[in-house]
């Protein structure tokens, strides 16, 4: 107890003596408004009077440099190796929709009952030609699926996540006109082909 109140009374002299000699008597204060002072760091809590690490803020500011191109890069890609592709994909897919309603159950021309009139005769030739136009477009438009297949390769990885396959759809359309002159099994299985690789119907 004794040494305490020596200490105490020690202390109390110092600063007396600092006071006569114009020194500040306690630990110094700073305004608000100097960085160094605590009320100002919690007003500015991301606030520092050094930078622990340099290195580190000049990385940052590369990668948020950086970042911006590297998305806009990607979007490019996306946009011009897929999102166009697909996009031409289902203009194509609209189109073998629209033909399979108008031409795919076209009637098969039967040659004997017609040709024993002038009638008849028209009248076949205007079915055959309805059947060779048929044929015509469906061949087209599958020959357009299989080189779509051949070429868009990145367009058609992403597209087989969704079940649709081109080429399948093309070599179903060619495999369909083919076996429009006949009422077959194989002309309807080619039309389930047609519409499972393109993920459309089309009746019956």
Same mark, same amino acid.
């Given at each position: 107890m004794a040494r305490a109140c020596a200490q105490a009374a020690a202390e109390g002299a110092a600063l007396k003596g600092a006071a006569r000699c114009g020194l500040p008597s306690g630990p110094k204060r700073f305004n608000s408004g100097d960085p160094r002072s605590r009320s100002f760091r919690r007003i500015?809590?991301?606030f520092q009077l050094t930078s622990p690490n340099p290195g580190a803020h000049a990385m940052a500011a590369i990668w948020n440099t950086i970042w911006p191109l590297i998305l806009g890069v990607i979007g490019y890609i996306l946009a011009s190796f897929v999102g166009g592709p697909v996009r %031409?994909? #289902? @203009?194509?897919?609209? &189109? *073998?929709? /629209? !033909?399979?309603?108008? =031409?795919?159950n076209v009637t098969v021309p039967k040659r004997e009952p017609l040709l024993g009139t @002038? +009638?008849?005769?028209? &009248?076949? !030739?205007?079915k055959q030609e309805?059947? &060779?136009? $048929? !044929?015509?477009? #469906?061949? +087209?438009?599958g020959a357009q699926l299989i080189a779509f297949g051949e070429t868009e390769r990145l367009a058609c990885f992403v597209l087989r996540m969704f079940r649709i396959d081109p080429e399948q759809a093309g070599r179903g359309l060619i495999g369909l006109s083919n076996e429009l002159p006949t009422y077959s *099994?194989? =002309? $309807?299985?080619? /039309? %389930?082909?047609?519409e499972e690789a393109l993920r459309i119907r089309t009746g019956s």
């Open positions: 500015s809590p991301n %031409r994909l #289902f @203009d194509l897919s609209t &189109e *073998v929709r /629209r !033909q399979m309603h108008y =031409r795919g @002038d +009638d008849g005769i028209v &009248e076949f !030739q205007q309805r059947l &060779e136009q $048929a !044929q015509k477009v #469906f061949r +087209d438009l *099994v194989a =002309r $309807a299985a080619f /039309r %389930r082909q047609i």
